[in-house]
T-cell receptor, first 113, second 113 residues
Framework: EPEVTQTPSHQVTQMGQEVILRCVPI?????FYWYRQILGQKVEFLVSFYNNEISEKSEIFDDQFSVERPDGSNFTLKIRSTKLEDSAMYFC???????????FGPGTRLTVT | DQQVKQNSPSLSVQEGRISILNCDYTNSMFDYFLWYKKYPAEGPTFLISISSIKDKNEDGRFTVFLNKSAKHLSLHIVPSQPGDSAVYFCAVAPGGGADGLTFGKGTHLIIQP
């Protein structure tokens, strides 16, 4: 199955700034997810999104984070006030045929300075 | 609190031989198990999965074995090829709905010519 696309591929921002990461899935997907991977660590689940609302979120997904699908296609992750520790690869994923088999995009590298 | 453990950070195997990657999990309620492969600067790529009602699933060179009593999962790659060199992640889905996956820390597989 085809993957999702993510933009930008690399984002550099200053601490305290807001960033928006974008994911463009194929329209017939039901479930969308955001994950992150801090350098050298494991891939961590942030949030899942089903039927245009949050289905599940992890402890990492605090009030600094939000997700939405503003135009019915793009799926965005917003970090309101970035911290140094938000520097990571952020992956969008989607699933359709099965909720369990998730297909990941290439990721956005976020660097907070 | 590691729910999914991959105790070997790296594994070196000769080309043509069998690669065996191992994964242990702690919660017997986990319902679905997946293996992902990841190259640097790319997103995880889905390889193969198995549900808790099975003990083996095969797809070409890849076979996943599930031992529920031992809470152990393994991935066999036969024969190993140079393109298999990557980081392999074990992941689990608790079951039902749009659950986020819980990943292990990964095993770096190196296939030597």
């Amino acid at each position: 199955e085809p993957e999702v696309t993510q933009t930008p591929s690399h984002q550099v921002t200053q601490m305290g700034q807001e960033v928006i990461l974008r994911c463009v899935p194929i329209s017939n997907h039901l479930y969308f997810y955001w994950y992150r991977q801090i350098l050298g660590q494991k891939v961590e689940f942030l949030v899942s999104f089903y039927n245009n609302e949050i289905s599940e979120k992890s402890e990492i997904f605090d009030d600094q984070f939000s997700v939405e699908r503003p135009d019915g296609s793009n799926f965005t992750l917003k970090i309101r006030s970035t911290k140094l520790e938000d520097s990571a690869m952020y992956f969008c994923a989607r699933s359709s045929l099965s909720p369990y088999e998730q297909y990941f995009g290439p990721g956005t590298r976020l660097t907070v300075t | 609190d590691q729910q999914v453990k991959q105790n070997s950070p790296s594994l070196s195997v000769q080309e043509g031989r069998i690669s065996i990657l191992n994964c242990d999990y702690t919660n017997s309620m986990f319902d679905y198990f997946l293996w992902y492969k990841k190259y640097p600067a790319e997103g995880p790529t889905f390889l193969i999965s198995i549900s808790s009602i099975k003990d083996k699933n095969e797809d070409g060179r890849f076979t996943v074995f599930l031992n529920k009593s031992a809470k152990h999962l393994s991935l066999h790659i036969v024969p190993s090829q140079p393109g298999d060199s990557a980081v392999y992640f074990c992941a689990v889905a608790p079951g039902g709905g749009a659950d986020g996956l819980t990943f292990g820390k990964g095993t770096h597989l190196i296939i030597q010519p």
